[in-house]
């Protein structure tokens, strides 16, 4: 896969208390390092508090790194950036609740952003935004509504029709359907699919959903608290999962039909707080195989198209779930 969107050793620390010379710092990324392809989808997955949405805000520029950089076309884009670097990524948040504006109407919304970038003449604005309606597959009539006189599907097709307004060359997408009903979640990700295909962007797409994630990626990665843990192609992945966590997380998918006992299907204690100067590896007080090297070597991410970040990767299939892999074609969830 050749590098288009470059992370390298990205860590991002928040100072929650202490003092000057004795600060508290929560670590929220812990040298992420990952590239994406032009033209594909890449997801990030892994439960609440594994630092995806961090990674979400440095990749579009509303946090700053503390350490590491982010790179698109061989070109560094720094905690500050210009208002055309910006353009290049743009993100589309979990809840559009609170995203969106209460008080302007999608019109308004809309025209601030095209005479702001000045994305196109002033005399074909109104059509512009007209186009993206047609584009997220929302009534004209919807330009002159505010956020709350729309239901939750519509503001998040709104909201995405925001971000396209800029004419990204990489979309954002943060859990763009856990705030949304199941009925609705669906023709979310498929209009999602669709603008990627046809408008040719990149995406990184971010969910704690194995299912879905593995229904609209083309490559993944599995962050756990704050580090990246297995990536790779996304059928590799789910078809020969190596790192615990990962096969912990298939695990976890409900399904009608309950799978064959797993040696990593239940998980043991709780995940170490983000606040701890962690030695060895994180998942070891989880791990059902950790061992001597576990609590004092920290596993560095290693392999070339499937990595894994494990001191005793599975090598082979889970005994008896490759058939219930979650979100393959026929599959119950």
Not at 13 to 33: E, I, K, N, Q, W
Not at 233 to 262: D, G, I, K, W
Request: glycine letters at 8%; a positive charge.
């Amino acid at each position: 896969m050749s590098a288009w969107l470059q992370v390298r050793d990205l860590s991002v620390d928040f100072r929650v208390g202490g003092s000057a010379r004795a600060p508290v710092m929560l670590r929220a990324l812990r040298s992420v390092s990952f590239d994406v392809a032009r033209g594909t989808v890449f997801g990030i997955v892994g439960e609440s508090g594994c630092g995806k949405s961090t990674l979400a805000r440095v990749l579009s520029g509303l946090t700053a790194p503390t350490a590491g950089a982010v790179s698109l076309e061989g070109v560094v884009l720094g905690a500050v950036r210009a208002p055309a670097q910006r353009r290049r990524i743009q993100m589309v948040f979990q809840d559009p609740g609170s995203s969106l504006n209460p008080a302007m109407t999608t019109r308004r919304m809309l025209q601030q952003l095209l005479r702001f970038h000045r994305i196109v003449p002033e005399e074909r604005i109104e059509q512009r935004c007209r186009e993206l309606m047609d584009q997220v597959r929302m009534p004209i009539e919807a330009l002159d509504k505010k956020p709350g006189a729309l239901s939750g599907g519509q503001r998040q097709r709104i909201a995405i029709a925001r971000a396209l307004a800029l004419e990204p060359d990489i979309l954002i997408a943060d859990e763009p359907t856990a705030a949304l009903d199941v009925s609705v979640q669906a023709s979310v990700l498929n209009l999602l699919a669709k603008l990627i295909h046809d408008l040719g962007m990149t995406m990184v797409f971010i969910s704690h959903d194995m299912a879905v994630v593995r229904r609209v990626c083309d490559h993944v990665a599995v962050m756990y608290l704050g580090r990246i843990v297995e990536s790779g192609a996304t059928e590799e992945v789910f078809l020969h999962p190596q790192h615990p966590y990962t096969n912990a997380l298939m695990a976890a998918v409900p399904r009608l039909h309950p799978l064959p006992v797993s040696e990593y299907r239940m998980l043991k204690a709780e995940q170490p707080s983000p606040l701890a100067d962690i030695t060895g590896c994180a998942f070891r007080n989880r791990c059902p195989k950790a061992g001597a090297s576990c609590a004092t070597d920290n596993p560095a991410l290693t392999g070339t198209n499937h990595r894994v970040a494990c001191h005793y990767p599975r090598t082979h299939p889970p005994v008896g779930e490759t058939a219930h892999i979650p979100g393959r074609s026929g599959d119950d969830i």
